[in-house]
């Protein structure tokens, strides 16, 4: 049974920092590409960030250019998403997501669907 656990949400203020986590079991981590979304309320769920199986790529929505590091330890089995200068228009539930069995070590995707599981969410309130 595959689970990704989130971790390390909380509330912020704007300017500040946050680093989450994205435990997962159940699969081959190894070759999983890896991403990080987000939903607000009333919004569709967006994408934020994403890194290859090998962890030597990584794709980024534009509004999170230069603030946010996505990055994982296929030793561990997690995956991170260093977020700083937080903004009022960030708070929302993320989640991370694994595509297993990604065949390329440099394969990244952006689209929701392309995922196969998903965690339960991790909230992230930033206080203006």
């Known amino acids: 049974q595959v689970q990704l656990v989130e971790s390390g949400g909380g509330l912020v203020q704007a300017g500040g920092s946050l680093r989450l986590s994205c435990s997962a079991s159940g699969l081959i981590f190894g070759s999983s590409a890896m991403g990080w979304f987000r939903q607000a309320p009333g919004k569709e769920r967006e994408f934020v960030a994403t890194?290859?199986?090998?962890?030597?790529?990584?794709d980024y929505a534009d509004s999170v250019k230069g603030r946010f590091t996505i990055s994982r330890d296929n030793a561990k089995n997690t995956v991170y998403l260093q977020m700083s200068s937080l903004r009022s228009e960030e708070t929302a539930v993320y989640y991370c997501?694994?595509?297993?069995?990604?065949?390329?070590?440099?394969?990244?995707?952006?689209?929701?669907?392309?995922?196969?599981?998903w965690g339960q969410g991790t909230q992230v309130t930033v206080s203006s």
């Open positions: 997501a694994a595509r297993p069995g990604t065949l390329y070590l440099l394969s990244t995707y952006s689209r929701p669907q392309m995922y196969t599981y």
């Open positions: 890194i290859s199986r090998s962890g030597s790529r990584t």
